[in-house]
């Protein structure tokens, strides 16, 4: 399979739109998924040379996801790739350890987004997923999310409500991994790298674009590549 119909979930800036850019240009149908319309469409617009459709999804919004499901459908009949890209990283302190003092409300919006939303837009989208002959889902996780870092007392920031929220995803991962062992699906958790984004702020060491490597490589896998796991460039990390 070479031409794939990929949806990416926050594509409209950041990441996703990079990742968007790269994956365009190898020839891949894209889907941007982007919370606010106006946002997603400027955004395709940038890629106007390539196969490049914006569609309204806010991952804290299920009425949303009908209507692009029914759309990527009937052009296609199938979604051959998701990347689970947008997230929100709301700690008021990435320096400090806010484990202690956690607003319950950033505790939760945190989750709502990156772990509740995402699971359910996932679920929602996995017949269409298991209509290609080589479904891949793609989460977008982080290092910080590494219970097996933190035990070590690894320098990594105690962002606890963005920490957790990608801890729970990658729980996803592997619980879904496993209920679809025995079919073609692939999934598979991605830490990016630390990127200079909106997110990742001016002081992250990667550029966006070196970030798009890992997501790719999962999006792309062959028949015979893992499922279940953790990675970084093409190396298991620790869950
Ligand atoms: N940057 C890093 O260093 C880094 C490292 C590890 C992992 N990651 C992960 O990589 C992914 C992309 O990060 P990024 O750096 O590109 O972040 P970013 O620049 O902050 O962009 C986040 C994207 O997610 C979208 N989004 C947020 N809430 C949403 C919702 N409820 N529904 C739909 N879309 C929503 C945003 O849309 P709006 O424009 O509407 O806000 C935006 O398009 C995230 O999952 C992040 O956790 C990033």
């Given at each position: 399979m070479n031409q794939r119909v990929i949806l990416i979930t926050g594509a409209n800036r950041g990441l996703g739109l990079e990742t968007a850019r790269q994956l365009a240009a190898q020839g891949h149908i894209i889907y941007i998924g982007s919370r606010d319309a106006r946002k997603g469409k400027m955004a395709a617009g940038t890629l106007k040379d390539h196969a490049v459709t914006s569609l309204q999804i806010d991952l804290t919004d299920p009425g949303t996801f009908p209507a692009a499901a029914s759309y990527i459908e009937g052009q296609h009949g199938r979604l051959d790739v998701l990347i689970n890209n947008a997230g929100v990283m709301l700690d008021e302190d990435?320096?400090?350890d806010s484990t202690h003092n956690v607003k319950p409300g950033i505790l939760k919006q945190s989750f709502l987004t990156n772990f509740f939303g995402t699971v359910e837009l996932t679920n929602y989208l996995l017949p269409l997923l298991m209509k290609s002959v080589a479904p891949r889902i793609v989460n977008l996780s982080s290092n910080v999310g590494s219970l097996t870092m933190h035990s070590n007392r690894a320098?990594?920031?105690k962002t606890f409500a963005y920490n957790s929220s990608k801890t729970a995803l990658n729980a996803y991962t592997v619980h879904l991994a496993n209920a679809y062992a025995d079919t073609?699906?692939?999934?598979n958790s991605a830490h990016p790298g630390w990127l200079k984004t909106d997110m990742?702020?001016?002081?992250?060491?990667?550029e966006v674009s070196e970030g798009v490597e890992t997501i790719s490589w999962l999006a792309t896998l062959p028949d015979d590549g893992p499922s279940g796991g953790f990675f970084h460039?093409?190396?298991k990390i620790d869950w």
């Open positions: 990435i320096m400090a320098p990594l920031m073609p699906l692939k999934v990742g702020t001016e002081y992250a060491p990667m460039k093409q190396e």
